[in-house]
């Protein structure tokens, strides 16, 4: 296998987890050898910090200069456009950062033009790779619970300070947040999703955007998948992912979703109940770098990641959907509205 040679595109706060991550678990497969900021001090810092020895102040440059094959893209979707476009030219592979796109159509577009080209895209919902979500997809796939009927997963955490960009933000918690969430419960069901309803409430008077979601998507064969997002648990974090099937149920607890503590219980018709030990040390920067270990590894086989654009276009549907079922007053939204 060769060795890749990655760029990152936005050196801002994530870029940190990003290259520690790739360090620790992909670093046999790729290097990052490249740099890429319009922030020059920003750029300084983080590449003096981490000894990245190639620095560009903008993706063109970048693309132009052949030093790259793979592009970790971590710019705020409004400015994707100008760096998907190129790379795909270029023939560059990519791992872009959630949301994929603002809107369900830009992502589409997207896919399309990787497809074309064609390049690896895949995109960094890298919480589906925590120790908890992939034993659950494993028991899935293994029939374990039998034929799945739902899928529940809520989110309680403080957030209320919430400050920077994110504070402008229209769309807030579901694209911001809990859009990884979303993304859990329809790769656990494995299905296409048909249609959502949500509501959602702007309790935090400090931001623009919404810090409470609930929401239910209606899958193919009657699977329910349902989740309570919440930025205002001032007390008592708690992250619940629960599997129910026609043999069985399984239920993952956790303080918050990035959390290295983690316990798993699967309990099946036949069999005892099982208490797994899911912690992980270091789990978020660990999942940063599983998320681009998968990319290279399909670049290298010539096979799709597991987290690739074309599937991300589900977890995309889901979002528009949910947004436009809450600016309906929680009406019930068909995702063949949103993906027309």
Known sequence: MSRHRIGIVGTGGIAHAHI????????????????????ADRLAAYCDQHDVPLR????????????????ALLTPPAVRAEVIEPACNAGIHMLVEKPFGERYADARSFTEMAERAPVKMA????????????ALRDAIAAGRLGDILSVVHDHYYDRRNTRGWRADEERLEI?????????????????????????????????????????????????????????????????????????????????????????????????????????????????MGESMRRLLLAVDSGSEPDHSARDNLKTMAIMDAA???????????????VTA
């Open 323 to 337: 947004y436009l079922s809450a600016s309906r007053g929680g009406a019930r939204v068909e995702i063949s509205e």
């Open 123 to 134: 995109i960094n919902h890298e919480l589906r790779f925590n120790r908890d979500v992939l």
């Open 175 to 287: 694209a911001i947040f809990s859009i990884h969430v979303i993304d859990r419960i329809q790769w656990l069901a494995g299905v296409e999703p048909v249609a959502v309803t949500a509501m959602t409430r702007h309790w935090i008077p400090t931001v623009r955007g919404e810090s409470f979601t609930a929401l239910t998507i209606e899958f193919e064969r009657d699977i329910v998948g349902s989740m309570v997002s919440s930025w205002n648990a001032n007390r008592l974090p708690e992250c619940r992912l629960r599997v129910d099937g026609t043999a069985g149920s399984a239920l993952s607890l956790k303080d918050q979703v990035a959390g290295d503590s983690c316990e798993l219980l699967i309990h099946t018709d036949d069999g005892e109940l099982e208490r797994l030990d899911m912690g992980q040390e270091n789990a978020f920067v660990t999942s």
């Open 56 to 71: 560009f102040s903008n993706a063109s440059d970048l693309i132009d200069s052949g030093e790259v094959d793979i592009i």
């Open 20 to 39: 520690q991550g790739y360090r620790t678990v992909a670093g046999d497969l790729g290097d990052v050898v490249a740099g890429c900021d319009p922030d």
